[in-house]
Structure formats: structure tokens, C-alpha cells
T-cell receptor, first 112, second 109 residues
Framework: EAGVTQSPTHLIKTRGQQATLRCSPI?????VYWYQQALGLGLQFLLW???????NRGNFPPRFSGRQFPNYSSELNVNALELEDSALYLC???????????FGSGTRLTVV | GIQVEQSPPDLILQEGANSTLRCNFS?????LQWFHQNPWGQLINLFY???GTKQNGRLSATTVATERYSLLYISSSQTTDSGVYFC???????????FGTGTLLAVQP
């Protein structure tokens, strides 16, 4: 069974540009979660999607947005990039049953 | 919101030593997981353990939900065990997984 896959692995953008990160959940999982891990700031919850709807978001500005597609894959968009957006972005998925969250390998975004 | 505290923040071990990592949380939770973050950033799921005890090889974990803590035991540590260990708990009200600040483990040969 394939795990959670994220693309791209690395992304370098210029301040002010937009970044798009992608995530494919484990087959059968309908919930997708996005987390940001910036240097020295730990893992911060960004967004939760389930059945195509945004269910919850963390304390991030509106320029962080995303969506979930009918096949449950998800996209995170970050507009008007700032230097402080440089971080590892991790995606996780979960389904029914007692197995918890499974994380992907992450996308390392660097804003220059 | 739920607070998650991990201790110790840093730990240096000689290869072959045993260790215990602790996670305290401030409220009832519907999920508790232990993760190991490798040097490339990937979070490896070690245990899903909202209560009880589980073992997987040299690792074991115990969660006492009524007393709001969990312990991760690492026996006969190896250099490949180095990295950051995170405890994360599930907030049933928001479905968020809330992470502790982690324990940075360094195992020296």
C-alpha cells in the first residue's frame, strides 16, 4: 500500500510569488491535514480537509489556502510568499479505524 | 487548547543504553501518537497509543490516559535511533493533532 505522497520534494521561490504544494493521501483515507514546521517553531497545524471541505484551519493568514479534490488529494497554496514562509510543509492523512495519522515526506519550501 | 509537554528536551546516550521519554498532556484526548523525525524531516509513526501498552522491537510505549501522560521506552539504543521524538495528541473537538516540542536524542557510538 502506498503511503502519503507529497510533491515537489523541494521548492525555491522568490518573495511575492505563489507556491503550490501537493499531497496524495493513503488510498481510502478521506481526511488530509497540512502542517508547517519552521525552524525553531515546531509543528504548527495549518489546515484540515475532509470529503472535499475545509473543516478547520490553524492560526495562519488567508494567503495560506488549499483545496481537496474528488479523489481526496489536496493542494496547499501560499500566495504573496514571505521569507518567513520558508519551512518544511508536511501533509498527513487519516481514515476510519484506530490507526492515527500517517505523514508524507514533506515539501521543503525556501523563499529567497 | 490542549497543552503537550515533553521531557527531557535533549538527551545524549551511549550506544546500548536505555532511555525513557515522557509526554504530559493537559486534557482528555482521543488520540496519542509517538513519531520519530529522521534527519530528512520525515515523521515516522512509531505508535498509535491513546491508552495501554504496546511494544515493537526495542521500542515500547505506555499511555495512562487517566493521569494524562505517556512514556516511550528505547532499549539498547543504536546510532540510527538519533533524531527528534515527538508526542502528538488528538483534540476531539477540533480534530487537530497537537504536537509537543520534541526530545532531541543523540546516540553516540
Amino acid at each position: 500500500e502506498a503511503g502519503v505522497t507529497q510533491s515537489p520534494t523541494h521548492l525555491i521561490k522568490t518573495r511575492g510569488q505563489q507556491a503550490t504544494l501537493r499531497c496524495s493521501p493513503i488510498s481510502g483515507h478521506t481526511s488530509v491535514y497540512w502542517y508547517q514546521q519552521a525552524l525553531g517553531l515546531g509543528l504548527q497545524f495549518l489546515l484540515w480537509y475532509d470529503e472535499g471541505e475545509e473543516r478547520n484551519r490553524g492560526n495562519f493568514p488567508p494567503r495560506f489556502s488549499g483545496r481537496q479534490f474528488p479523489n481526496y488529494s489536496s493542494e496547499l497554496n501560499v500566495n504573496a510568499l514571505e521569507l518567513e514562509d520558508s519551512a518544511l510543509y508536511l501533509c498527513a492523512s487519516s481514515g476510519t479505524g484506530d490507526y492515527g495519522y500517517t505523514f508524507g515526506s514533506g515539501t521543503r519550501l525556501t523563499v529567497v | 487548547g490542549i497543552q503537550v509537554e515533553q521531557s527531557p528536551p535533549d538527551l545524549i546516550l551511549q550506544e546500548g543504553a536505555n532511555s525513557t521519554l515522557r509526554c504530559n498532556f493537559s486534557d482528555s484526548v482521543n488520540n496519542l501518537q509517538w513519531f520519530h523525525q529522521n534527519p530528512w524531516g520525515q515523521l515516522i509513526n512509531l505508535f498509535y497509543i491513546p491508552s495501554g501498552t504496546k511494544q515493537n522491537g526495542r521500542l515500547s510505549a505506555t499511555t495512562v490516559a487517566t493521569e494524562r501522560y505517556s512514556l516511550l521506552y528505547i532499549s539498547s539504543s543504536q546510532t540510527t535511533d538519533s533524531g527528534v521524538y515527538f508526542c502528538a495528541v488528538g483534540d476531539g473537538a477540533t480534530n487537530k493533532l497537537i504536537f509537543g516540542t520534541g526530545t532531541l536524542l543523540a546516540v553516540q557510538p
